[in-house]
């Protein structure tokens, strides 16, 4: 007697051909970005375990007069060791920094499968190797600086090369939404790295930066055999980016007076089609000559590219400095252990998960995607400046406090990496060309960069005078980022206002052609 079908097996069955796809090469590269944030993680976790508090573990066994520092690794036994961990950091995101403005041309002249796949092989090797420090007992700086350096350059082939990757795939009408749930990938790479790193960070911290570098690579393979670049390179309908029916006002807000559903249902969350685009796909297709990549130049010459690329800048420095900073603030403020300490770092990840999908749900609703970045940036600067004096009073509030932060934090950093990136490398001033997706996406999270090798940096050197110059650091930063958007959200007010004027503007027409058909 033969088993029925699987219903896995037959809901694949039911979904259209392009929804099948497209859940494909959203689940691929949501896994692809969750293990690369997965092997960025681990030196937040290890840096307590570098340079512990030696007294608490009582005598030194070796009789050593420096009592303090016996059970440090060095060279980070010293008392510059904040500056040692923060150049170690500083390395990896000033190569990641400069390394992604190159990345973005690369990506839009280079097949994106090979050049993911092999980006994420070599940020394995560059994983493990920092960590197979510990086995083969090195204690020079050189070494782990060059191994962050090499691994700063090769993590960049990731996020151009996702993005384009779900641009391809999806059109502009539900892509907040969409991408604020795919963005979660960040924080959950980052809670998974905390928790693989923690399992091993008291007792050979080498294998929490090995595993996850295996991690990298094995996903590296797997996306090397199943991703899907394009649409039509498997019979599948392109996405819509703009619709001809939509009026857009200079400030950017689309003002439809059709229904909202109308014009997004054709590309739903999984899909742009009913029957129309399986006769689309089965329909013989003519060879089109395939458009030039856009320059540097032009790229930056696209409406909001600078804006929200200086705005990226300082959010991203004060995203950054939690990511690489928390787990020791956390150790040194509340006196956990370090795996504790780790484990509630996590919660941070947490509240930037729901952060990022509120953003895309809310920006998607409004259509004002820099003014939602800059209402929820206004709101973090006096939480983070809460969170330093009263977060850590008890557990209970600070678990609250790290969720709502994290949330307001990541929630714009999340919006502009995904949304706001798709939407630019896909403006209507292209004309169609989608040959300028990783290059925004480069400009943005590449500019976004330099705020993330700046905000540890700055970490490491302001520390050594109080955790409160940090977090007053940090608010400044926020404040920066939300003024740098003032521009494109006046545009933003001003498209809602003339929706509003020419709508209330219609229905008085209507009227009076009832009245005067009466």
């Given at each position: 007697?033969?088993?029925?079908?699987?219903?896995?097996?037959?809901?694949?069955?039911?979904l259209p051909?392009?929804?099948?796809?497209?859940?494909?090469?959203?689940?691929?590269?949501?896994?692809c970005?969750?293990?690369?944030?997965?092997?960025r993680?681990?030196?937040?976790?290890?840096?307590?375990?570098?340079?512990?508090?030696?007294?608490?573990?009582?005598?030194?066994?070796?009789?050593?007069?420096?009592?303090?520092?016996?059970?440090?690794?060095?060279?980070?036994?010293?008392?510059n060791?904040?500056?040692?961990?923060?150049a170690?950091?500083?390395?990896?995101l000033v190569?990641?920094?400069?390394?992604m403005?190159?990345?973005?041309?690369?990506?839009?002249?280079?097949?994106l499968r090979?050049?993911?796949s092999?980006?994420?092989v070599?940020?394995?090797?560059?994983?493990?190797?920092?960590?197979?420090?510990?086995?083969w007992?090195?204690?020079?700086?050189w070494y782990?600086?060059?191994?962050?350096?090499?691994?700063?350059l090769?993590?960049t082939?990731?996020?151009p090369?996702?993005?384009a990757?779900?641009?391809?795939?999806?059109?502009?009408?539900?892509?907040?939404?969409?991408?604020?749930?795919?963005?979660?990938?960040?924080?959950?790479?980052?809670?998974?790295?905390?928790l693989?790193?923690g399992?091993?960070v008291?007792?050979?911290?080498?294998?929490?930066?090995i595993?996850?570098?295996?991690?990298?690579?094995?996903?590296?393979?797997?996306?090397?055999?199943?991703?899907?670049e394009?649409?039509?390179d498997?019979?599948?309908?392109?996405?819509?980016?703009?619709?001809?029916s939509?009026?857009?006002?200079?400030?950017?807000?689309t003002?439809?007076?059709?229904?909202?559903?109308?014009v997004?249902?054709?590309?739903?969350?999984?899909?742009?089609?009913?029957?129309?685009?399986?006769?689309?796909?089965?329909?013989?297709k003519?060879?089109?000559?395939?458009?030039e990549?856009?320059?540097?130049?032009?790229?930056?010459?696209?409406?909001?590219?600078?804006?929200?690329?200086?705005?990226?800048?300082?959010?991203?420095?004060?995203?950054?400095?939690?990511?690489?900073?928390?787990?020791?603030?956390?150790v040194?403020v509340?006196?956990?252990?370090?795996?504790?300490?780790?484990d509630?770092?996590?919660?941070?990840?947490?509240?930037g998960?729901l952060?990022?999908?509120?953003?895309?749900?809310?920006?998607?609703y409004?259509?004002?995607?820099a003014?939602?970045?800059?209402?929820?940036?206004v709101?973090?600067?006096p939480?983070?400046?809460?969170y330093?004096?009263v977060?850590?009073?008890?557990?209970?509030?600070?678990?609250?406090m790290l969720?709502?932060?994290?949330?307001?934090?990541?929630g714009?950093?999340?919006?502009?990496?995904?949304?706001v990136?798709?939407?630019?490398?896909?403006?209507?001033?292209l004309?169609?060309n989608?040959?300028?997706?990783?290059?925004?996406?480069a400009?943005?999270?590449?500019?976004?960069?330099?705020?993330?090798?700046?905000?540890?940096?700055?970490?490491?050197?302001?520390?050594?005078t109080?955790?409160?110059?940090?977090?007053?650091?940090?608010?400044?930063?926020?404040?920066?980022?939300?003024l740098?958007?003032?521009?494109?959200?006046?545009?933003?007010?001003?498209?809602?206002?003339?929706c509003i004027?020419?709508?209330?503007?219609?229905?008085?027409q209507?009227t009076?052609?009832?009245?005067?058909?009466?």
């Amino acid at each position: 007697m033969r088993a029925a079908l699987a219903p896995g097996v037959r809901l694949l069955r039911a979904l259209p051909r392009d929804s099948r796809y497209r859940g494909l090469t959203l689940v691929l590269t949501f896994l692809c970005y969750t293990s690369y944030h997965l092997s960025r993680k681990p030196i937040s976790i290890v840096k307590s375990q570098l340079h512990p508090n030696c007294s608490a573990l009582g005598p030194n066994p070796h009789n050593d007069s420096n009592s303090s520092t016996w059970c440090s690794w060095a060279p980070f036994d010293g008392d510059n060791y904040k500056e040692l961990f923060g150049a170690l950091d500083n390395a990896f995101l000033v190569a990641y920094a400069i390394g992604m403005f190159i990345s973005g041309i690369f990506g839009e002249r280079l097949p994106l499968r090979y050049y993911l796949s092999g980006g994420m092989v070599l940020s394995g090797l560059f994983t493990a190797l920092f960590g197979l420090g510990y086995f083969w007992d090195i204690h020079v700086l050189w070494y782990f600086i060059i191994v962050q350096v090499c691994n700063g350059l090769v993590q960049t082939t990731g996020w151009p090369s996702v993005v384009a990757c779900v641009g391809n795939w999806f059109g502009k009408g539900k892509r907040g939404l969409i991408m604020g749930i795919w963005n979660s990938h960040t924080s959950v790479g980052n809670i998974l790295g905390s928790l693989i790193a923690g399992v091993w960070v008291s007792s050979a911290w080498g294998l929490s930066f090995i595993v996850p570098g295996i991690i990298i690579a094995a996903v590296g393979i797997i996306c090397f055999f199943f991703l899907v670049e394009y649409p039509e390179d498997v019979g599948c309908s392109p996405p819509l980016h703009h619709m001809a029916s939509d009026e857009e006002d200079a400030g950017g807000v689309t003002c439809n007076e059709k229904d909202p559903e109308a014009v997004t249902s054709n590309e739903g969350p999984l899909s742009i089609s009913g029957q129309s685009s399986v006769n689309r796909s089965n329909s013989p297709k003519e060879p089109v000559e395939e458009p030039e990549a856009i320059s540097f130049l032009g790229a930056l010459r696209i409406p909001g590219v600078v804006e929200f690329s200086l705005c990226l800048l300082f959010a991203k420095l004060v995203s950054y400095t939690f990511l690489y900073w928390l787990p020791l603030y956390i150790v040194n403020v509340a006196h956990f252990s370090a795996k504790e300490a780790g484990d509630l770092s996590t919660l941070f990840d947490v509240g930037g998960i729901l952060g990022g999908i509120f953003a895309g749900l809310i920006s998607d609703y409004t259509g004002g995607r820099a003014t939602t970045c800059c209402v929820m940036l206004v709101v973090a600067a006096p939480m983070l400046f809460l969170y330093n004096h009263v977060g850590q009073n008890g557990i209970g509030t600070s678990i609250a406090m790290l969720i709502v932060c994290g949330a307001l934090v990541n929630g714009p950093y999340a919006l502009i990496t995904t949304a706001v990136s798709a939407d630019l490398g896909t403006h209507e001033s292209l004309k169609g060309n989608a040959k300028a997706l990783s290059t925004v996406t480069a400009i943005i999270d590449g500019t976004g960069s330099i705020g993330a090798a700046l905000g540890p940096l700055l970490a490491g050197l302001i520390s050594p005078t109080g955790w409160n110059n940090v977090f007053y650091m940090l608010i400044a930063a926020d404040v920066l980022a939300c003024l740098l958007l003032a521009r494109v959200v006046v545009k933003e007010v001003r498209g809602w206002c003339g929706c509003i004027a020419r709508k209330r503007g219609s229905s008085v027409q209507l009227t009076e052609s009832v009245l005067d058909g009466k």
